[in-house]
């Protein structure tokens, strides 16, 4: 088990905060469902959003729980995350600037702890070994992929969009290090990591729903993504945007563009 904490690079989604919080999919109304019948959630229990980012599960799932803790590294992230959250008068949620490794016991104990797509950025391992005592004992985590799939999409529009990306920034697909880092897929799936954790019971879940895009919405989700943060572009911002409007406009005329995206909740349970 890795036990000592890597550095954390703060560029990873630089500059991405504004995007992230309005034009990230959000998670639909049924997922939120399926956990609350899943863990016979009652509005009594407390939440824990890992890498809560923007606070897209943390915000929505709040009326399931008496208290959230919603935690990020990312200073931006979280100040977006209060905005949105007070715009919409939650008032139960705590946030909370920290990585998910130095999480501890003194957060208290809670019923549910969710990470949406924030998982593979943490130090798997160490993380679930600190979660596990955490948690009460018909408590469980749930951890989510809305497999936008955009840099190995089959749809025409995304591989226009990211032929256009690679126009731009070259072919590498760039992540964190201020865009000189490289992006380096799993070695080991989220299943095996928690095959070989304390957590005794895991299932996966799927839920279905469409998504529709126009051109500036798509725009403003790769300016969210850490492979094309808006630095990234530099002085060539504005000839990147009007290329990719161009380019998505030739694929679709109507800059009108629907998907179906699969959101997978990979959930364990404390106890079998």
Not at 5 to 11: G, N, Q, V
């Amino acid at each position: 088990m890795v036990t000592t904490l890597t550095a954390y690079d703060p560029t990873l989604f630089q500059g991405a905060a504004w995007y992230y919080a309005r034009y990230r999919s959000k998670y639909p109304q049924a997922l939120f469902d399926l956990l609350t019948d899943i863990f016979k959630l009652d509005g009594k229990g407390r939440l824990l959003d890992l890498g809560c980012g923007a606070g897209l599960v943390g915000i929505p799932f709040r009326d399931r729980f008496a208290e959230v803790v919603g935690l990020d590294p990312d200073a931006d992230m979280l100040k977006a995350a209060q905005e949105q959250a007070a715009a919409l008068g939650a008032t139960n949620i705590r946030w909370i600037h920290d990585r998910a490794e130095s999480i501890s016991e003194d957060l208290g104990q809670f019923q549910l702890v969710t990470m949406g797509r924030s998982f593979h950025w943490m130090q798997r391992e160490l993380v679930l070994s600190k979660l596990y005592p955490l948690l009460a004992d018909n408590g469980g985590i749930v951890i989510l992929k809305t497999n936008e799939n955009t840099w190995d999409s089959e749809h025409p529009w995304k591989q226009t969009a990211i032929a256009v990306v690679k126009r731009w920034l070259g072919d590498r697909r760039r992540t964190g290090k201020g865009g000189e880092g490289d992006w380096k897929p799993l070695a080991v799936s989220h299943e095996e990591i928690l095959a070989q954790s304390s957590f005794p019971r895991q299932t996966t879940y799927e839920v279905k729903f469409e998504k529709s895009w126009t051109i500036e919405s798509y725009l403003g989700y790769l300016y969210s993504t850490a492979f094309a943060l808006p630095s990234f572009f530099g002085e060539n911002r504005e000839k990147f945007e009007a290329d990719l409007k161009a380019s998505l406009l030739a694929v679709e005329p109507s800059g009108q563009f629907t998907e179906e995206l699969p959101v997978t909740a990979l959930v364990a349970w404390k106890q079998t």
